[in-house]
């Protein structure tokens, strides 16, 4: 799953990312709020956590930019315990839940599991693109019916080129939405993970790495392939 935090607070910031990329979660973080709504309005999404106090601009602010703009993106908000007016604003302008700060992380990961699953909806937990099937919640992987054993970056990894068959994903793209930003563009991790993907494919006895659903583009990047 991919997330978007928007918190200035460093510490805050630290551990929330640590957390959530510790249960396998995909997160790109946003010290304030003009580069934050960028984001958010780019797509990709699953949830967005959203502080209120940013500098640049306010999270309220954000929210009401992303509603009005059509983008229907979870956002749960982070809060001090007395903004009580600034929660009922926040829920007011189509916030899907709020935590007070401070606050453990793990009731963040478990409220952005409910939420997901409000908003999704169990069908759209379950996907399925040719003879590969995915789970989100489960987090488990079918290839015509053998299960697929994924590292959760190997998971995340395939997800995240399942959401649109056919489009062609540059390893930039994959390395920022599935490693994050700090990690060196120049690096081969996002070629290493794949052909790790491939070949347990291939080990279940019913494909081989040229029957893999994710092909190259050579010179550009990767795509999950569109069923004829």
Same mark, same amino acid.
């Given at each position: 799953?991919?997330?978007?935090?928007?918190?200035?607070?460093?510490?805050?910031?630290?551990?929330?990312?640590? &957390?959530?990329?510790e249960?396998?979660?995909?997160v790109?973080?946003?010290?304030?709020?003009?580069?934050?709504?960028?984001y958010?309005?780019?797509? &990709?999404?699953?949830?967005? =956590?959203?502080?209120?106090?940013l500098p &640049?601009?306010?999270g309220?602010?954000?929210?009401?930019?992303?509603?009005?703009?059509?983008?229907?993106?979870? =956002?749960i908000?982070?809060t001090a315990?007395n903004?009580?007016?600034d929660?009922?604003?926040g829920?007011s302008?189509g916030?899907?839940?709020?935590l007070a700060?401070?606050?453990? =992380?793990?009731e963040?990961?478990?409220?952005?599991?409910?939420?997901?699953?409000?908003?999704?909806?169990?069908?759209?937990?379950?996907?399925?693109?040719?003879?590969?099937?995915?789970?989100?919640?489960?987090?488990?992987?079918?290839?015509?019916?053998?299960? $697929?054993?994924?590292t959760?970056r190997?998971?995340n990894?395939i997800?995240y080129?399942?959401?649109? @068959?056919g489009r062609?994903?540059?390893?930039?793209?994959?390395?920022?939405?599935?490693?994050?930003y700090?990690?060196?563009?120049?690096?081969?991790? $996002?070629?290493v993970?794949?052909?790790?993907?491939r070949?347990?494919?291939?080990s279940?006895?019913?494909g081989?790495?040229?029957?893999?659903?994710?092909e190259? =583009?050579?010179?550009?990047g990767?795509?999950?392939?569109? @069923?004829a």
């Open positions: 799953m991919n997330v978007l935090l928007i918190e200035d607070e460093k510490k805050i910031a630290q551990f929330v990312c640590a &957390g959530l990329k249960q396998a979660f995909a790109d973080h946003c010290d304030n709020g003009v580069t934050g709504f960028e958010a309005c780019r797509g &990709g999404y699953d949830v967005i =956590v959203l502080d209120i106090m &640049g601009r306010d309220l602010s954000i929210l009401k930019g992303l509603r009005k703009a059509g983008h229907a993106t979870p =956002v908000l982070l315990r903004e009580l007016d929660r009922i604003e829920l302008l916030a899907d839940d709020y700060k401070p606050f453990f =992380v793990e963040l990961i478990a409220r952005i599991e409910a939420i997901l699953r409000r908003a999704s909806g169990e069908r759209t937990n379950l996907v399925s693109v040719g003879d590969l099937k995915l789970d989100r919640y489960s987090r488990e992987v079918t290839w015509r019916g053998e299960a $697929v054993d994924l959760g190997e998971f990894l997800d080129l399942m959401r649109s @068959p062609v994903f540059t390893r930039t793209q994959i390395l920022e939405h599935v490693w994050g700090d990690f060196d563009p120049s690096t081969n991790v $996002v070629d993970c794949i052909q790790r993907i070949k347990k494919i291939a279940i006895g019913v081989a790495d040229g029957d893999s659903p994710i190259s =583009v050579r010179g550009v990767y795509r999950f392939r569109k @069923p």
